[in-house]
Every structure is written in structure tokens, then in C-alpha cells.
């Protein structure tokens, strides 16, 4: 029998009816997978993911990326450790240290500091927590927590204690708080406005709690003196000679110091406790 032509067209013609039906269909798919993809590009979506217990990324994802973030498992211990150091004003504070002794303990820290720093820095001192809470630059120059206890130590001896708290407690407190809400930046890169505005505002305010009483008006701006250099202190950290100037060392005497000014300006004395 002669196949009928017709048919033969009818039969095609329902191939290609199917093919072009598939190849929507496959196009429709991609579209609507397309259009997920977009959605969860646009929302912010928080994911969260642990390596080998080291460190917790956290990635805030937005469709220009560039509010993408990560803080490591070290730098929150590295924060806490900041916040930490808070410890031995607060107990000046409340009356449980006298300042006599607060200074003894300082100085005994800062002499153990120097030490440890010595021996790191020109002999070798393999200590697991060096490796979580020194940053890299940190591995041939003094350590952060030195640095504290040196600028801490110098701000207790040379200055009263109403100048010297609130200074070492805008490093202790500000800095940390800035930390995290703020990508570490590299040396002589500044922060984003936001992270110093939350700066000073966290230091203006322990600023305010201790000048405020003693110093009225005068205290307030001695208060916001002291709370911009700290927030410049914190926002850059400045490279000379190939040293970066860290703000541990940087914020309590930078802010002591305007604060100083600002209060012997206006007739506040003592200033200074070196007699």
C-alpha cells in the first residue's frame, strides 16, 4: 500500500507540535527558576556557615552585593577580649578597687605585657592564642592587648580618674561595638560613616556619664572633644614607617588628652595627677 502523504505531514507536523511544546515548557522552567533566583537575590538573606569550628561567616546578600560582610570566629573572641578590659574601671567605679591599686595592677600588666611581647617579637612564643587573637600585621609588630596596657597605663598615671575612665572605656567599649558592626578594614582604610557614628555615639555618652556631673556645659564638650578623637583614632589607623599606629594605643590617650584640654580651658583643675 501507498503511504498516504497526508499523513505523513500530520505525523510531523505532531512532532514539531511536541518539540515546540517541551522547548516552552524547558523555557517556562528556566523562567520561573530565573525568577526565584532574582527574588532571593533582591531579599537579604542571612546564611550561616561554620568551618572546621574556626570561623562563622556571615553573608547579608543584596542584589549590588555590597553589603556582603564576614566576621571570623577569632575576631568575636578578639572582641570580647576589647570588652573584657572594661572590667578593672568598672570596679574602680564601684568602689571595690581604690585608684592606688588600680594603678599597681595596670603597671604590673603593662611590665607582663612588655615581657611577652619581648619574648614573642625576638625569641619565639608559640601560644595557640596568639595564632586566634593577633591579626596578621600583629605577627612582627606589638600586639594589641600591649598596646592596651601601655596607652591604658600612661592615661591612669598622667591623668585624674574622671579623664582617665571614660578614655580607657571608649577603647574597651566603643571599639568593640564598632568592630562588629563594621568590616575590619586594612591599615589606612577608614571605616563606613555608619560604624563612626555609632562610635561617637557610644563614646560621647560615657563621655557625658562621667563629665557631665563634675563639668556641666564645659563637661559636654569635653565629652564630644574626646569622643571625636576616639572616633578618628578608631575610624583610621594610619601607617608611619611601615608601623600601623593601632587604635589600642591610639584611642585612650588621643581621647584623654582633647578632654583635658577642653576641662583646663575651662577652669576645671586638676587635670593631671602627676604631682
Known amino acids: 500500500m501507498t503511504p498516504n502523504p497526508d499523513e505523513r505531514i500530520g505525523s510531523n507536523t505532531d512532532a514539531d507540535t511536541d518539540g515546540r511544546a517541551e522547548s516552552e515548557s524547558g523555557t517556562e522552567s528556566s523562567a520561573e527558576a530565573d525568577q526565584v533566583e532574582s527574588v532571593f537575590t533582591v531579599l537579604n538573606v542571612v546564611s550561616v556557615s561554620i568551618e572546621d569550628n574556626k570561623y562563622v561567616t556571615l553573608v547579608l546578600n543584596h542584589s549590588d552585593n555590597s553589603n556582603s560582610r564576614s566576621v571570623s570566629g577569632n575576631e568575636i573572641k578578639r572582641r570580647l577580649v576589647h570588652a573584657s578590659g572594661t572590667v578593672l574601671p568598672l570596679l574602680y567605679v564601684i568602689n571595690i578597687l581604690s ?7 595596670m603597671i604590673i600588666g603593662a611590665a607582663t605585657a612588655a615581657l611577652l611581647e619581648t619574648v614573642r617579637l625576638f625569641i619565639g612564643l608559640e601560644w595557640r592564642i596568639y595564632d586566634e587573637l593577633t591579626r596578621s600585621y600583629e605577627q612582627t609588630n606589638i600586639a594589641g592587648y600591649a598596646l592596651y596596657a ?14 582617665a575612665v571614660p578614655a580607657m572605656m571608649m577603647l574597651t567599649l566603643g571599639d568593640p561595638i564598632s568592630g562588629l558592626l563594621g568590616t575590619t578594614r586594612a591599615a589606612g582604610e577608614s571605616k563606613r560613616p555608619r560604624t563612626l557614628v555609632v562610635m561617637f555615639t557610644v563614646c560621647f555618652v560615657i563621655g557625658l ?3 557631665f556631673p563634675i563639668a556641666g556645659t564645659t563637661g559636654v564638650i569635653s565629652a564630644g572633644v574626646a569622643a571625636v578623637g576616639a572616633t578618628v583614632a578608631d575610624g583610621i589607623k594610619p601607617v608611619v614607617g611601615g608601623y600601623v599606629i593601632d587604635d589600642n594605643f591610639s584611642i585612650p590617650l588621643i581621647a584623654a ?3 583635658s584640654i577642653i576641662l583646663s580651658v575651662g577652669g576645671h583643675q586638676p587635670i593631671i595627677s602627676l604631682y
Open 99 to 105: 585608684w592606688s591599686v588600680f594603678e599597681i595592677i
Open 257 to 259: 588628652t582633647g578632654s
Open 209 to 211: 556619664v562621667f563629665l
Open 150 to 163: 601601655f596607652s591604658s597605663t600612661t592615661v591612669i598615671i598622667v591623668f585624674t580618674p574622671v579623664i
